[in-house]
């Protein structure tokens, strides 16, 4: 065989992950196993759900056959994630192997699950008393979300249906500008698990970041930038951002104060931030919030 017909050959392999379901469920979608693509999934869907997905994060190559309760996806080889859609949101296989050489196969149940309710508690608003509106909660398991639901007025929230398993519970606010987390939410089979929150204004933080060139000049911000906690339960684009003279900077606000966060762009991954709560001026919505500024190079 020629190299070149060698080259062809090894371009159009494919390889199989076959999938045994039990229970209703809805598409099945592959997503490579990127940093970038995995917080741009998860920013993506933490604030607007499991619905849509961002541009260009999904694989469009798979060829599926078989029926509801047996699938078959052939794509080309690598390492994926596979989203299982369901009723209440989503079960994942998170770094699948694919080989041209072997199928690999799993099997998927999908039961009544459990329910998580509970209230969300802001010991200091920025909205004067205001009950929270502005509320999004999500089940967060293998750097993946389960489950998202819309806060009910005064900040309460259920989910139905969840598979059985130990969740990181996010909660994120619009308009109280903050992130919390909640840690080890078991849900059992059939069960129900209570899941109050209450988040303290004085630990939260942030970080204001400007970008550099390897030569150490300011540069601009990248296109698609995230700030990643450490442990992998949220991703955020950025919520601040100022001017100073000719330099544009981005930052992040509101979030769970502490070490080892994570800036990530294309090409990028700069580790080690410590997010800490800012120097206030004023009160209420009205405040005036600075934060710490760092330097990041986006250039090697």
Not at 87 to 102: E, F, R, S
Not at 156 to 177: C, H, N, Q, S
Request: aromatic content about 6%; glycine content about 12%; some cysteine.
């Amino acid at each position: 065989m020629s190299h070149v017909a060698l080259l062809l050959a090894l371009l159009i392999q494919t390889g199989e992950l076959r999938l045994a379901i039990e229970g209703e469920h809805g598409d099945v979608d592959a997503f490579p196993v990127d940093p970038l693509v995995d917080a741009m999934l998860l920013d993506h869907h933490l604030q607007l759900g499991l619905s849509m997905d961002p541009m260009g994060t999904k694989v469009d190559d798979v060829k599926r056959s078989g029926d509801s309760k047996n699938v078959t996806l052939a794509l080309k080889p690598g390492t994926y994630h596979f989203r299982v859609k369901t009723g209440a949101g989503a079960i994942w296989l998170t770094n699948q192997k694919i080989d041209a050489a072997k199928p690999a196969s799993q099997t998927v149940k999908i039961t009544a699950g459990g329910t998580v309710s509970g209230m969300c508690m802001l010991d200091k608003s920025r909205q004067e008393g205001k009950p929270m509106e502005g509320l999004k909660a999500a089940l967060v398991r293998d750097g993946r979300v389960w489950a998202r639901v819309e806060g009910k007025p005064g900040s309460a929230f259920e989910f139905k249906g969840v598979p059985a398993g130990t969740y990181a519970l996010v909660v994120t606010e619009t308009f109280e500008w903050f992130v919390a987390v909640k840690e080890d939410v078991r849900v059992e089979e059939g069960g129900s698990a209570p899941a109050k929150i209450d988040v303290k204004r004085a630990s939260l933080g942030g970080v204001m970041v400007g970008f550099t060139d390897k030569a150490g000049k300011a540069a601009p911000p990248p296109d698609k930038v995230f700030l990643v906690d450490p442990k992998g339960r949220f991703a955020i684009a950025p919520n601040r951002g100022q001017s100073q003279g000719d330099v544009e900077l981005v930052g992040w606000g509101g979030l769970p104060g502490g070490a080892g966060y994570v800036v990530r762009a294309s090409g990028l991954e700069h580790k080690g931030l410590t997010l800490r709560p800012p120097t206030v001026k004023g009160q209420g919505i009205m405040a005036d919030e600075t934060y710490e500024t760092v330097k990041v190079a986006v250039g090697k």
